[in-house]
């Protein structure tokens, strides 16, 4: 039997070696070139002329539906199956679109893999089953918005407005103890586990308070409040161009912010002790290194210290982790945004 020529396309050398760890049990498949960006993955896909591709879309310099659309044009036998960390339907649609003949979802066992890629050189399409549910229940927030009770709309209205508990408790005419205790609940609802959290997430999701979600007040309405603070940030990243963007997402958040930048644990540990941040952004994956053990150190160095973690990965281990850890919060990379980061700020500040 023929040979299955195979790239592996990731960013992240310690996910390739995973995949390709995986992979061992299908014999028939010699992989012939891994690559972590795009500019070298239309090289290698034009020089070994690959059966089957798999793919992160997360990688620098790749446009992924764009791309995507493009090599399947040059090479309609291709085999292409996404191997990735995100999982929104909106954007799995995109590139279902493009051309994609499966989606695998990085959270789910790798010991599923094998199988995955037999269906995709079978000639059928594989899509993890937690993504099948999601795709198929396009009206799923809807309904989570219709058990959602006056309350839990009216705190989470609060929250949009960065509000303190003893504020909420102000407002609402309850106890602290009583705010607390409804707001546990609807993180458990939501399934966040935080109050960051939760307002990110209805920014992400302003269906969910339906009529209400035109009273909520814009972040953006409220930039002022952060004019001339002093606010220092360190940025841990191993990619320098989302640092660059983390850097001006920063910047609009808050003009005055003095923000240093770091690649690895031993660069942000140093960073720590000399400029004495009050916020870090951390990824989860730094190169070789684990951004949750970088996170550990950080807070035993400087203990006030916010840590945002931040990830490709939305992984529940990795969440539970990185909160473990003394993170205050544990953010989608694709869900970040200024508003977020003035939240952040404006609670650093207050």
């Known amino acids: 039997m023929n040979a299955i020529r ?20 299908l014999t028939q498949l010699e992989i012939v070139a891994e690559v972590s960006n795009g500019h070298a993955l239309e090289d290698v896909l034009a020089a070994v002329q ?17 791309a995507i659309r493009r090599i399947r044009m040059r090479y309609p036998a291709l085999k292409i199956l996404v191997v990735s960390a995100y999982d929104d339907d909106v954007y799995v649609q995109g590139l279902l679109s493009a051309g994609v ?8 066992p790798l010991a599923d893999l094998p199988l995955a890629v037999e269906r995709i050189l079978a000639g059928e399409q594989w899509f993890s089953s937690r993504l099948v549910h999601k795709l198929m229940s396009y009206n799923s ?21 960065g509000l303190d508990n003893q504020t909420i408790a102000h407002r609402t005419g309850l106890s602290v103890k009583t705010v607390e205790n409804h707001l546990t609940r609807l993180y458990r609802q939501l399934d966040v586990q935080s109050r960051l959290e939760a307002a990110h997430y209805v920014r992400q999701h302003p269906e969910i308070l339906g009529r209400h979600a035109a009273t909520i007040p814009p972040s953006a309405a409220k930039p002022s409040a952060l004019l001339g603070q002093e606010v220092v940030a360190l ?16 910047g609009k958040a808050c003009p005055s912010a003095v923000v240093y930048e770091a690649e690895n644990t031993d660069a942000a540990l140093d960073l720590a002790g000399s400029v004495a941040p009050q916020l870090a952004l951390v990824d989860v994956v730094l190169g070789e290194e684990n951004g949750i053990r970088c996170t550990q150190r950080i807070k035993a160095l400087l203990p006030g210290i916010c840590v945002i973690l931040i990830s490709a990965y939305p ?5 539970r982790q990185g909160l473990e850890a003394g993170a205050t919060a ?7 945004d200024v508003a977020s980061l003035q939240s952040v700020i404006e609670d650093l500040i207050e």
Do not use: C, W
């Open 6 to 25: 195979t790239v592996l396309a990731d960013d992240h050398a310690l996910v390739r070696a995973g995949i390709r760890n995986a992979l061992t049990s």
């Open 50 to 66: 690959p059966v089957l591709l798999l793919l992160d879309v997360t990688m620098p310099n790749f446009e992924p539906i764009t």
């Open 101 to 108: 003949d499966g989606y695998y979802l990085k959270d789910q």
């Open 141 to 161: 927030q809807a309904r989570q918005a219709q058990v959602l009770t006056s309350r839990q709309i009216d705190l989470l209205e609060l929250l949009q407005e």
């Open 235 to 250: 940025l841990v990243d191993d990619n320098r161009r989302y640092r660059s963007q983390l850097r001006r997402m920063v």
């Open 315 to 319: 992984d529940r281990e990795f969440h």
């Open 330 to 336: 544990f953010l989608d990379k694709k869900d970040l």
